[in-house]
C-alpha cells in the first residue's frame, strides 16, 4: 500500500474522469489526499473524498499564488481552473465550514510563494507582507482545528521558517526544493518532507540519502510533474510507486520497506 500525500483530482484536468482515476488508483492500493488551492478547488476536494469511504481524503487552503493582492499578474493554469479570476480574499469562516467534514485531514497547501513578484522594491514588500498575513491566519485555523498543515513554498524557505519558529505545527513541505541545511531546519522543528517527480529532474540525492526515511513522504501533485516512464503525460495518484522506488534506490532499501515507513508516516501525520 502506498498514500499519495498530495494530489489534485479536484483540479480541471479530470473533469470529465476524476472519479474513475480515483478507483483505479484505490485499485492499486493506492491512497490519497487530495489538496484545495483555493476555495472552489477545496470543496471540489471535500465533495471527492466524500464519495468514498475510505481512501481518499481532503485538504483545504488557499494557495499563496492565489491571493488576491493586485500587486503581480499571475499566468492561468488551465491545468487547474477553468475561470479567469485567480485571485481570491480569504475567508476564514468558509475554509472552517468546509473543514468539518470528517474527510479532511489538513489545511493546505499554504505557504509562501516568491516565483511570481512585483519588479520594484515598494509593491515587493507589499505583497509578501501580504502573503505572510494570510498565511498566518491560515496557521491560526489549523491551530484552532488541531489540523496539520501541507506547506508550499517557493524561493521563501528562509521567510518560512522564521515563521515556523516555536508554531508547534505539525505538517510537510510539500514539494521539498531547499538546501539539505534547510531540510535539517525543518526536521528539527518536527516537520515531514515531501517529494514528488521532481527528483527525477533535478538533484536531490543527497538529501534524501541524510534525511531519515521516517521523515518522508511521498506525493505525485498530479496532474503535474508525471514521473518516467510517464513524462509528458497527465500524473495521477497511481504513478506514486515511481517516487518510491526512486527514493528505495538512492537509500540503498528495499522497496517494501520505503512503501512501508511513508504510508506509516502519512498516516502518523494526518491520522488516516
Known amino acids: 500500500m ?10 480541471v484536468a479530470y473533469k470529465e474522469d476524476s472519479e474513475e482515476v480515483i478507483r483505479r488508483s484505490l485499485q492499486n492500493r493506492v491512497w490519497m489526499i487530495n489538496v484545495g488551492s483555493q476555495y472552489d478547488t477545496s470543496k471540489r476536494a471535500v465533495f471527492l473524498a466524500e464519495k468514498f469511504e475510505s481512501g481518499v481524503y481532503a485538504a483545504v487552503g488557499l494557495h499563496p499564488i492565489h491571493l488576491e493582492t493586485r500587486l503581480v499578474k499571475i499566468k492561468l493554469d488551465k491545468e487547474e481552473i477553468e475561470f479567469k479570476t485567480l485571485e481570491e480574499d480569504f475567508d476564514c469562516s468558509k475554509y472552517r465550514a468546509l473543514a468539518q467534514s470528517k474527510k479532511v485531514v489538513a489545511i493546505g497547501e499554504i505557504g509562501l510563494d516568491y516565483y511570481y513578484r512585483p519588479k520594484t522594491k515598494k509593491k515587493l514588500e507589499l505583497f509578501k507582507k501580504k502573503q505572510k498575513e494570510i498565511f498566518l491566519k491560515e496557521l491560526n485555523l489549523a491551530k484552532e482545528l488541531n489540523l496539520p498543515v501541507i506547506f508550499h513554498c517557493r524561493m521563501a524557505h528562509p521567510e518560512l521558517l522564521e515563521i515556523l519558529q ?5 505538517g510537510v513541505v510539500h514539494c521539498f526544493t531547499g538546501t539539505l541545511e534547510q531540510a535539517q531546519q525543518y526536521l528539527e522543528l518536527g516537520f515531514y518532507l515531501g517529494f514528488n517527480g521532481l527528483i527525477f529532474k533535478m538533484d536531490f540525492d543527497q538529501i534524501i540519502k541524510e534525511i531519515p526515511l521516517e521523515k518522508i513522504l511521498i506525493e505525485t501533485d498530479c496532474p503535474y510533474l508525471s514521473p518516467p516512464p510517464h513524462q509528458g503525460e497527465r500524473n495521477e495518484p497511481s504513478y506514486v510507486k515511481y517516487i518510491a522506488q526512486k527514493i528505495a534506490k538512492i537509500k540503498n532499501e528495499s522497496f517494501e520497506k520505503v512503501a512501508q515507513i511513508t504510508t506509516q508516516n502519512a498516516r502518523q501525520l494526518f491520522k488516516i
Open 2 to 11: 502506498l498514500i499519495d500525500t498530495h494530489a489534485h483530482l479536484n483540479f
Open 166 to 170: 516555536n508554531s508547534k505545527l505539525k
